[in-house]
Nanobody, 124 residues
Framework: QVQLVESGGGLVQSGGSLRLSCAAS????????IGWFRQAPGKEREAVSC????????YYGDSVKGRFTISRGNAKNTVYLHMNSLKPEDTAVYYC?????????????????WGQGTLVTVSS
């Protein structure tokens, strides 16, 4: 059974930092990328950052490049999103999800397995 569990969201002031964690289980991670996606009120869900368990390649959305860093834990079944220099426009529910591990240099395509989401609120 595929299971993805996020943690680490919360309220932070503009310019602050947060670290989100995603614990993945129930599937062979080597065949997937694990990604962070976010959905703000009234907007569509968008890919923030993804990392391939196969070769460690990464993807970052243009709006977070240089501010966010995705990494894998030592056990490989945990993925972190380090968010620095947060802005009010980063406010959203952040979801951990499975993604296509190929072609991350062009984009991150979700495959449909999601965690429950964690809310990140950045105050101005």
């Amino acid at each position: 059974q595929v299971q993805l569990v996020e943690s680490g969201g919360g309220l932070v002031q503009s310019g602050g930092s947060l670290r989100l964690s995603c614990a993945a289980s129930g599937f062979t991670l080597d065949y997937y990328a694990i990604g962070w996606f976010r959905q703000a009120p009234g907007k569509e869900r968008e890919a923030v950052s993804c990392i391939s368990s196969r070769d460690g390649s990464t993807y970052y959305g243009d709006s977070v490049k240089g501010r966010f860093t995705i990494s894998r834990g030592n056990a490989k079944n945990t993925v972190y999103l380090h968010m620095n220099s947060l802005k009010p426009e980063d406010t959203a529910v952040y979801y951990c999800g499975t993604a296509d591990p190929y072609g991350l240099e062009w984009g991150c395509n979700a495959l449909g397995a999601w965690g429950q989401g964690t809310l990140v609120t950045v105050s101005s």
